[in-house]
């Protein structure tokens, strides 16, 4: 059967996209040699990272714009650090919306002192705190766009002249925005774009170089735009499956061609969460993701009936984070519409057993 995979990451990845990849990993460009066994120093691989980042800048509309593209590794969580070390010289400000941003506050205490410009810590993150001000003394201020675990998406960013620094792990690709306004995106691979184990970070050059601080060379973001992403061993299979990924998306038009997919496939299953009355939404509906969609059922009894039918459905992984329970929907950008379609049926089904 089928299988529906709304997991939250490592998540679902376009079918073509794993069959090209499986096939590398035993032949790779008809070398007669797997793509996880040649030196990441061969023309056929670094050919592979030179396109994955070129990909990156043009999908992202940055090209020529005094940016470079990055594959690193240690996940969004190594760039919280990485950010503050090469960033942060006196005041940051980061917009805590949850349990990542609060992460990510914690590592950039380690290097200055932190301000938190608004949070939605009181209602356990349900919403993207707004009115907020951004002191004119910052180093940077820093978002999180897509809150995984709560289901919240940051609709209208900040203006201000203050450096922009934006985690966007989980829903980068996935719309259209002006991406020159930030200085610094990062974003692990295993929630829209590859496998577990890269992770793209975009820099305007410019913000570099401003810190008084010794950066040792692994954390140094000027060194690894110096070495081309080469400075170490890079994750080959992930930065290749990534490479395909952008590829199929580049094919299929772009950004704006899977947001308008993204938000049919939000609008599908927002509808049935909002109009069944077995379905309540947990995040505020004016800040609801089109990634992630979190909600609780309105009756606990119904859970053990509701699992069972998802299961003989093929759906995977919509069970809620542990902080928060309940259900949560994932519905990156190779998901497809008819998954969410079944969903919505299983869902509608309940409430007619119920």
Same mark, same amino acid.
């Given at each position: 059967?089928?299988?529906?995979?709304?997991?939250?990451?490592?998540?679902?990845?376009? !079918?073509?996209?794993?069959?090209?990849?499986?096939?590398?990993?035993?032949?790779?460009?008809?070398?007669?040699?797997?793509?996880?066994?040649?030196?990441?120093?061969?023309?056929?691989?670094?050919?592979?990272?030179?396109?994955?980042?070129?990909?990156?800048?043009?999908?992202?509309?940055?090209?020529?714009?005094?940016?470079?593209?990055?594959?690193?590794?240690?996940?969004?969580?190594?760039?919280?650090?990485?950010?503050?070390?090469?960033?942060?010289?006196?005041?940051?400000?980061?917009?805590?919306?949850?349990?990542?941003?609060?992460?990510?506050?914690?590592?950039?205490?380690?290097?200055?002192?932190?301000?938190?410009?608004?949070?939605?810590?009181?209602?356990?993150?349900?919403?993207?705190?707004?009115?907020?001000?951004?002191?004119?003394?910052?180093?940077?201020?820093?978002?999180?766009?897509?809150?995984?675990?709560?289901?919240?998406?940051?609709?209208?960013?900040?203006?201000?002249?203050?450096?922009?620094?934006?985690?966007?792990?989980?829903?980068?690709?996935?719309?259209?925005?002006?991406?020159?306004?930030?200085?610094?995106?990062?974003?692990?691979? !295993?929630?829209?774009?590859?496998?577990?184990g890269t992770t793209l970070v975009v820099i305007k050059e410019d913000i570099l170089g401003k810190v008084s601080r010794t950066i040792p060379s692994m954390?140094?973001?000027?060194?690894?735009?110096?070495?081309?992403?080469?400075?170490?061993?890079?994750?080959?299979?992930?930065?290749?499956?990534?490479?395909?990924?952008?590829?199929?998306?580049?094919?299929?038009?772009?950004?704006?061609?899977?947001?308008?997919?993204?938000?049919?496939?939000?609008?599908?299953?927002?509808?049935?969460?909002?109009?069944?009355?077995?379905?309540?939404?947990y995040a505020q509906k004016e800040d609801r993701s089109i990634m992630n969609a979190t909600f609780t059922l309105t009756e606990e009894k119904l859970k053990?009936?509701?699992?069972?039918?998802?299961?003989?459905?093929?759906?995977?992984?919509?069970?809620?984070?542990?902080?928060?329970?309940?259900?949560?929907?994932?519905?990156?950008?190779?998901?497809?519409?008819?998954?969410?379609?079944?969903?919505?049926?299983?869902?509608?089904?309940?409430?007619?057993?119920?």
């Amino acid at each position: 059967m089928k299988k529906h995979n709304f997991s939250a990451g490592p998540c679902i990845l376009p !079918q073509e996209v794993m069959k090209k990849a499986s096939e590398a990993v035993l032949d790779f460009n008809g070398l007669g040699l797997s793509l996880i066994e040649i030196s990441h120093r061969s023309k056929d691989f670094v050919a592979v990272m030179d396109k994955a980042r070129s990909l990156s800048l043009e999908l992202l509309d940055l090209q020529d714009k005094g940016y470079q593209a990055l594959f690193l590794q240690g996940g969004a969580s190594m760039e919280f650090l990485m950010v503050a070390y090469n960033l942060l010289e006196k005041k940051a400000g980061y917009l805590n919306t949850g349990t990542w941003a609060d992460k990510a506050i914690k590592e950039a205490r380690i290097f200055g002192e932190v301000v938190e410009v608004g949070s939605s810590k009181d209602k356990n993150y349900n919403y993207i705190p707004k009115g907020y001000s951004v002191p004119t003394d910052l180093d940077y201020l820093h978002l999180t766009s897509n809150n995984t675990i709560f289901g919240t998406q940051i609709k209208d960013f900040p203006k201000t002249t203050t450096p922009l620094v934006c985690d966007m792990s989980s829903d980068i690709f996935s719309r259209q925005l002006d991406f020159s306004q930030f200085d610094l995106i990062y974003a692990g691979a !295993q929630k829209n774009m590859g496998p577990a184990g890269t992770t793209l970070v975009v820099i305007k050059e410019d913000i570099l170089g401003k810190v008084s601080r010794t950066i040792p060379s692994m954390l140094n973001y000027k060194v690894h735009i110096e070495k081309e992403s080469m400075f170490n061993t890079p994750a080959v299979f992930p930065v290749y499956v990534s490479m395909l990924t952008l590829e199929w998306l580049k094919n299929l038009g772009g950004i704006a061609a899977i947001e308008e997919v993204n938000e049919k496939k939000a609008r599908l299953l927002y509808s049935e969460i909002d109009l069944n009355p077995l379905f309540r939404g947990y995040a505020q509906k004016e800040d609801r993701s089109i990634m992630n969609a979190t909600f609780t059922l309105t009756e606990e009894k119904l859970k053990g009936v509701f699992d069972e039918m998802c299961k003989e459905a093929g759906i995977n992984g919509i069970h809620g984070h542990r902080s928060i329970g309940g259900y949560r929907a994932s519905m990156y950008n190779a998901l497809s519409l008819d998954s969410v379609g079944t969903l919505v049926d299983v869902m509608s089904e309940l409430e007619r057993k119920g």
